[in-house]
């Protein structure tokens, strides 16, 4: 579901001429697919998702190297929630990934499977994050591990940070938000 206020950027492809140069991998979105959502994604309003890019040299027809932008896909899975007012520039977002409000998640970032991104966490370009993480912080990083069972109900998971990951990861998570 994507609610009102959502910005996605679906005319931001990659032109025909960078589509020959690079060949397609086997799975992936089809040409000319900017922004590719799996089953049940919640996308809140305010959002921005924009597809993520990098800038390459191509030589024109004078042999010149010229400097062009070439635009990704930006794959979503499934049962992935994105919180409000945050923005979305990753390379993928694999399943079960919960993004809180106000978020900015960097150009060409890789989620896993299973990950917890906690209210106003910045993501920096190029990164990767493991599966069954809790991320927070400016600049983001890893505060606890999600337990057994996260995203499904099953015991031992908690929905929040107060539950199921202990007081060790809820100091490292008080300390990274009292930092300035």
């Keep these: 579901m994507v609610e009102r206020d959502v910005l996605i950027r679906g005319d931001l492809v990659r032109t025909s001429s960078s589509k020959s140069a690079q060949p397609r991998e086997p799975g992936s979105a089809p040409e000319g697919t900017a922004v590719?959502?799996?089953r049940y994604v919640y996308i809140s309003q305010g959002?921005?998702?924009h597809p993520?890019?990098?800038?390459?040299?191509i030589k024109d027809k004078t042999g010149q190297d010229v400097q062009t932008m070439l635009y990704y896909p930006l794959r979503i899975s499934d049962y992935v929630f994105v919180g409000a007012n945050t923005h979305i520039r990753?390379?993928?977002?694999?399943?079960?990934v919960q993004i809180g409000a106000n978020c900015t998640i960097g150009n060409m970032c890789t989620i896993k499977d299973n990950v917890k991104i906690l209210d106003g966490t910045v993501l920096p370009d190029y990164s990767n994050w493991a599966s069954g993480t809790i991320v927070a912080g400016r600049p983001?990083?890893?505060?606890?591990?999600?337990?057994?069972g996260w995203g499904s109900g099953g015991a031992g998971g908690g929905t929040s940070v107060d539950e199921g990951i202990g007081v060790r990861?809820?100091?490292?998570?008080?300390a990274v938000n009292t930092k300035k």
């Design 36 to 38: 590719q959502l799996g």
């Design 90 to 96: 990753a390379a993928e977002i694999r399943s079960n």
């Design 140 to 148: 983001a990083r890893i505060v606890g591990e999600l337990g057994p």
């Design 47 to 49: 959002c921005t998702l």
């Design 52 to 57: 993520p890019s990098r800038i390459h040299s």
């Design 169 to 174: 990861s809820r100091e490292r998570y008080a």
